[in-house]
C-alpha cells in the first residue's frame, strides 16, 4: 500500500492543521493507522493511532486533548485534526499503517508516506 501525507504547513501557535493520508494500491480497512512525527535531530515521536474499526485511539501524551485521528475506509483515507498548535509540534508528520492494535512503536507499523511538514510559530 502506498500512503501520501498532505496538509501541512505554516500556522500561528494557537492555530489548527487538518493532516490527511491518502492510500492506495490495496484497501486499508483492517489496518490499524498512525501519525508520528520527527522533529529535526530527534527521533520519531508516536502521535496518534487508530483502530481498524475506527472505535478506539490512542495518543501521545503531548498531544492529548488538542489532537484527533480519524478514519473514513471508504475514502481509503486517515485523518489528524490538530487544534492549539505549539511551535514544540512543528515537525515532518508521518502517516503509517500496520496490523497490530494501537501500537506505538515506529517497528510496527509496514507502509509509511512520505511526510508533511507543520511549522508552528510563535
Known amino acids: 500500500v502506498q500512503l501520501q501525507a498532505s496538509g501541512g504547513g505554516l500556522v500561528q501557535a494557537g492555530g489548527s492543521l487538518r493532516l490527511s493520508c491518502a492510500a492506495s494500491g490495496r484497501t486499508i480497512e483492517y489496518y490499524a493507522m498512525a501519525w508520528f512525527r520527527q522533529a529535526p535531530g530527534k527521533e520519531r515521536e508516536f502521535v496518534a493511532s487508530?483502530?481498524?474499526?475506527?472505535?478506539?485511539?490512542n495518543y501521545g501524551d503531548s498531544v492529548k486533548g488538542r489532537f484527533a485521528i480519524s478514519r473514513d475506509n471508504v475514502k481509503n483515507t486517515g485523518y489528524l485534526q490538530m487544534n492549539n498548535l505549539k511551535p514544540e509540534d512543528t515537525a515532518v508528520y508521518y502517516c503509517?499503517?500496520?496490523?497490530?492494535?494501537?501500537?506505538?512503536?515506529?517497528?510496527?507499523?509496514?507502509?509509511w508516506g512520505q511526510g508533511t511538514l507543520v511549522t508552528v510559530s510563535s
Open positions: 487508530i483502530h481498524w474499526s475506527g472505535r478506539t485511539t
Open positions: 503509517a499503517v500496520g496490523r497490530g492494535y494501537l501500537n506505538t512503536r515506529v517497528d510496527e507499523y509496514e507502509s
